[in-house]
Structure formats: C-alpha cells, structure tokens
C-alpha cells in the first residue's frame, strides 16, 4: 500500500472526519459515523483507495530544477 495522501490533506481528514464522526455520534446517523471513521482512517494511513484507482496523489513529490538561468527568454540548466 503506498502512501497517496500527503500532509496537509491528511490533517483535513482527520479534522474533517473526527467532526464527521461527532456530529453523527449526536444525530445518531451510522452512515455519517462511518464515512467520517473512514475519513480518519485515510488520513492515519495516508491512503485514499479512491485516489489510488484514480491515479491521483497529494504526496509532495521532487521540486523542480529551480537553478535555471534565463537569457533571452530561453532557460538554461
């Protein structure tokens, strides 16, 4: 299982779903708890199954060649 769920976006699940999973405890909603613990547990794993047969990823990955010298509007590395 690799990790498709980058920081910031795992803090969002977790803080998104920790509500999720209060305000169905308060309304009794069972499908509002579960889809809020199933939130949380993205972001404990960092692993989203929908993201991953998307092909997508919030991972931060390499930054790019930023040590580029322009002259005459064409770069240079």
């Known amino acids: 299982m690799k990790k498709n769920v980058g920081d910031l976006d795992a803090m969002?699940?977790?803080g998104g779903g920790?509500?999720?999973l209060?305000?169905?405890?308060t309304?009794?909603?069972k499908?509002?708890?579960?889809?809020?613990?199933?939130k949380v547990a993205e972001g404990?794993?960092?692993?989203?199954?929908?993201m991953y047969f998307l092909g997508l990823s919030t991972q931060e990955?390499?930054?790019?060649?930023?040590?580029?010298?322009y002259r005459n509007g064409k770069a240079k590395g």
């Open 12 to 14: 969002v699940r977790i």
């Open 44 to 50: 404990i794993t960092r692993f989203c199954p929908a």
């Open 18 to 20: 920790l509500f999720l």
């Open 61 to 69: 990955g390499p930054l790019p060649n930023r040590n580029l010298v």
């Open 27 to 29: 309304e009794d909603s």
């Open 31 to 38: 499908s509002m708890m579960a889809f809020g613990s199933w």
């Open 22 to 25: 209060g305000l169905g405890i």
